[in-house]
């Protein structure tokens, strides 16, 4: 008989066909990697059963993480304080000092740092192609933390030199095409987990080579594509959008990372192909790309969450949900105020957020068949939170979607349940498979992290990044007159 899993007598959060959600009290089973029966009273199938008590606990769909950039954990820390402009070079173009070696390392501390607070299911956007090697090591941690994620290989922007700073003249050479097309024959990977998906920023080549990139990926069979889009002066206020419209590339596989100032027209042409966005609100908030959107009306639909830079913000899905939350209600009960008016009724809901980390994100990524809510014949990835946790004692119990979404933090997430199989138990990450029979624990993760982040660290303090930002912003044509103190 297959492995199997009981959760007994816990709190299931499950989704109607409207996106209602219900607490029920029951016992979900899981057999392989499925759900493969939810009621009350279910006997273990087998002596071997792992059976997990959850009384006075939440079970809830695992989180889905819509746009995240894992490999960057050796750089975390750098960017508390940074806007964009600061984080290019400090973050984006610095990654062209990581050894493959790195890469792998990084990889794995962003899955594990996701798996612990209830993801699993990532779209990784994986801009740190400098070599087929990196990409290979990235794909590599992703399989071995366990995580189910889209790695989105991604033609990369590459520095050239620092000093000067000089990028790369090919966006996509021939070793990226060959690279691609391997990847695509072999996909998935780690017993189906992992499965390639595309990232392209490069919207300043000619039409003609973006049609043929983009006809080129969906050939290969790669069903999603993401992209970073946000109209501002410091990426400009062309439309991705209706780029991919009039070239007619626009369809359901899209999914436009940040979306911040989109407009009307863009949100009209998204929805009519079925295309998704992902906010990622702590980033957005403090790099200066505007308020997140995935609240606003005509958005709202087709939105879902992610984390982006967990370098400079939390990993973790309940923060994006409450970020973006909070921030949308503030926005709307400013209105009222600004005119003298005090608002009837609050503006958007708990459920609706908590919806963007799950069954809308499993819209956004085309797998609402398999993931994104509780359901017998799903997929087995599910989150435990403790519902007796200081943080969640008695809110758990009035709205457990409450409970999660303005109350919960990692250290309340007691087990997670990757396809069916425990990655986290008791709080704890579990340990990861190496290969050879070799296994890590979290701790030696750690140690060996360290070491990487010292290696990059020694790295960038060689370089001049006050003058690879004033390059930057020539590169980016970006009007220097617009970068300001103040307003005033």
Request: aromatic share 6%.
């Amino acid at each position: 008989m297959a492995s199997s899993i009981l959760l007994r007598n816990g709190t299931l959060l499950i989704h109607d066909e409207k996106d209602r959600v219900k607490a029920r009290k029951a016992d979900l089973l899981v057999v392989g990697n499925e759900i493969a029966e939810i009621a009350v009273g279910i006997s273990a199938p087998s002596p071997d059963t792992i059976v997990i008590d959850c009384a006075s606990k939440i079970i809830s769909p695992g989180f889905i993480d819509t746009h995240h950039h894992l490999f960057l954990t050796p750089l975390k820390g750098r960017h508390g304080n940074d806007l964009m402009l600061d984080f290019l070079p400090k973050g984006n173009f610095s990654v062209s000092l990581f050894t493959p070696e790195d890469i792998f390392w990084g990889e794995l501390g962003g899955c594990l740092e996701s798996i612990d607070s209830g993801t699993t299911m990532v779209v990784d956007h994986a801009n740190m192609n400098y070599s087929a090697e990196h990409s290979s090591s990235a794909i590599s941690g992703a399989v071995t933390s366990g995580i189910r994620s889209y790695f989105c290989y991604t033609p990369t922007p590459r520095v050239a030199s620092w000093s000067p700073f000089q990028m790369a003249t090919s966006l996509v050479p021939d070793w990226v095409h060959s690279q691609l097309t391997e990847l695509a024959q072999k996909q998935p990977f780690g017993d189906g987990r992992v499965r390639l998906g595309f990232a392209f920023d490069g919207y300043y080549l000619p039409k003609d080579a973006i049609i043929a990139l983009f006809e080129k990926v969906r050939a290969l069979g790669i069903k999603l594509i993401t992209s970073h889009y946000t109209r501002s002066a410091v990426f400009g206020t062309s439309s991705h959008v209706s780029l991919l419209n009039s070239c007619g590339l626009l369809k359901e596989d899209i999914l436009f990372s940040h979306a911040n100032g989109a407009l009307p027209e863009d949100a009209v042409q998204l929805a009519a192909a079925n295309a998704h966005i992902s906010a990622t609100p702590e980033t957005e908030l403090q790099m200066g790309l505007g308020a997140p959107v995935c609240f606003r009306p005509d958005l709202h639909d087709i939105s879902s969450l992610g984390v982006d830079c967990h370098t400079n913000n939390s990993g973790d899905m309940m923060s994006q949900m409450r970020l973006a939350l909070q921030s949308a209600r503030g926005t709307h009960n400013e209105s009222f105020l600004d005119t003298g008016k005090i608002p009837r009724r609050i503006s958007n809901t708990v459920e609706e957020a908590y919806n963007l980390g799950t069954i809308k994100g499993a819209r956004a990524v085309g797998m609402e068949a398999e993931i994104g809510s509780i359901a017998v014949g799903k997929l087995a990835d599910l989150v435990i939170f403790d519902g007796e946790s200081p943080a969640m004692v008695c809110a758990a119990e009035h709205d457990p979607v409450a409970a999660i979404v303005l109350h919960a933090s990692v250290r309340d997430i007691d087990t997670v349940i990757v396809d069916g199989r425990i990655r986290k138990a008791g709080g704890k990450l579990t340990t990861v498979e190496l290969g050879d029979g070799e296994t890590m624990q979290w701790k030696d993760t750690a140690r060996e992290l360290l070491k990487r982040r010292e290696r990059v660290e020694e790295e960038i303090s060689k370089l001049d990044l006050q003058e690879a930002k004033k390059a930057i912003t020539s590169v980016f044509h970006i009007d220097e007159g617009r970068i300001v103190d103040s307003l005033s």
